[in-house]
């Protein structure tokens, strides 16, 4: 019990910080003569839907996350961070290049994508997008690729707890129109706001790109970089299903629920581990209705 009430202070914590830069961005954007860079209710359900992700996470990690963590560990590496900067340097990529693997699944995978593509659903960029989250994200058990092969390589619990909660609360900081372009150097190495505006971006050459948490490199390495200059004019959002509601609930299980009716109605598994446009590519129906395509 005392771990879920710790995980609850944390969460409070730095709810109170993030709203209050959120708060600080609108203002600039209002004294900038932008406005409509904040949308009043769609903050607010960026924040109600951040704060019912925050609460789920932080219980799931005090009762079975870290449980199960400590449980795969003790058949890994064993590795020890006994060599100073190497260790630090080693720990630091790993689990950035997990976030990047388990980023890039759940763009690619519709059980995955179905919950986090309420981060996706918005059209705006601004801090409070950053919040907009979906409370199932550790009930789907995406959390396994990301968390579990640092157990595997032996990482310490509470290091890895913290510096999963330190790359979360940087990607804050890069969901915004603020900042444009950062010196060179930074912008080779690191996920900045100008390669995450590309990440959510709905055009063609914007989707399924920039996947990096803290640093860019990974999409470098990978082929999955593209530079904000090359990118066209970006547009937020989603191609197909685009929510017109911020109710918090329906923004969290409306394209969870048209999953599992997509698995029902057309009587395939396959649907749960194939790319989000499967459905519409296999069976021909249109991605707003699902209705078969006249022709």
Known sequence: MSDVLHALGFIVTFGIFFVGIIILEAWYWRRKGRPEA????ETIANISTGGLYKIFDGIAIALF???FYEYVQQFGFQYQMNDGVLSILFFCLAVDFFFYLYHFTMHKVRWFWSIHVTHHSSKIMNFSTALRQNFLLDLNFGWVLWWIPLAVIGFDKNWTMIAIELSLAYQFFIHTEMVDKLPKPL?????TPSHHRVHHGCKPAQIDTNFGG???IWDRLFGTFVDERNAGKIEYGLTSRQPTTLNPLRLNLDEFFQMLKDVVTYRDLKILYKSPSYVEERYDVDPERLEPVKT
């Open 214 to 216: 803290v640093m860019i």
């Open 38 to 41: 904040y949308n009043f209710k």
């Open 187 to 191: 912008e080779l190495i690191f996920n």
């Open 65 to 67: 996350i870290q449980f």
